[in-house]
């Protein structure tokens, strides 16, 4: 299955600001790249995906980058509130692949 | 309905006991998967059913024993564990693979 490194592990950030979050991954083939969030005691969430034939999504807060040349994507999340604390995963596979793995997780705080 | 389904919320098990994990999906999906998780770290993945059919092995112990009786029940009997399989197990369920995978609230389970 796919290796997905996801960098940084924990962030802090003053609510207002932005957030971003960056994973790498190693097999050309991955073509799809979901986020998903996971608040304290809760189950995983998808907040966001995109596939490999756009660069950039975004959902009103939220938006992800794709470089495939660098095999890497990122999540940007603006104007953060401390309801975005939560630790969020990333994930790399293809499209109709069951194989999901995630990334290490990072730990975001957001500071009111 | 959007809800995947686990039961029991909490299991307590001494190392010689055999218990069961079940999980519930009404919402048409064909793909069916096992996650651990550990505190602090990101789901693992276990095992994945695809139109019932066991897809994925993660190389998962033979005391942990996946079923899929049909396209909307997975279960995850459970024999002779040990101490450090205490941990969350996540069920999800996804239209195929490499989409939005829907996670239940997950079984916390503490082995004696």
């Known amino acids: 299955g796919e290796n997905v490194e996801q960098h940084p592990s924990t962030l802090s950030v003053q609510e207002g600001d932005s957030a971003v979050i960056k994973c790498t991954y190693s097999?050309?083939?991955?073509?799809?790249f979901p986020w998903y969030k996971q608040e304290l005691g809760k189950r995983p969430q998808l907040i966001i995906d995109i596939r490999s034939n756009v660069g950039e999504k975004k959902d009103q807060r939220i938006a992800v980058t794709l470089n495939k040349t660098a095999k890497h994507f990122s999540l940007h999340i603006t104007e953060t509130q401390p309801e975005d604390s939560a630790v969020y995963f990333c994930a790399a596979t293809q499209y109709n692949n069951n194989d999901m793995r995630f990334g290490a997780g990072t730990r975001l705080t957001v500071k009111p | 309905d959007t809800e995947v389904t686990q039961t029991p919320k909490h299991l307590v098990m001494g190392m010689t006991n055999k218990k069961s994990l079940k999980c519930e999906q009404h919402?048409?999906?064909?793909?069916m998967y096992w996650y651990k998780q550990k505190a602090k770290k990101p789901p693992e993945l276990m095992f994945v059913y695809s139109y019932e059919k066991l897809s994925i092995n993660e190389s998962v112990p033979s005391r942990f024993s996946p079923e899929c009786p049909n396209s909307s029940l997975l279960n995850l009997h459970l024999h002779a564990l040990q101490p450090e399989d205490s941990a969350l197990y996540l069920c999800?369920?996804?239209?195929?693979?490499?989409?939005?995978?829907?996670f239940g609230e997950g079984s916390r389970l503490t082995v004696l």
């Open positions: 999800a369920s996804s239209q195929a693979g490499g989409r939005e995978l829907f």
């Open positions: 097999d050309s083939a991955s073509n799809y």
């Open positions: 919402m048409g999906h064909r793909a």
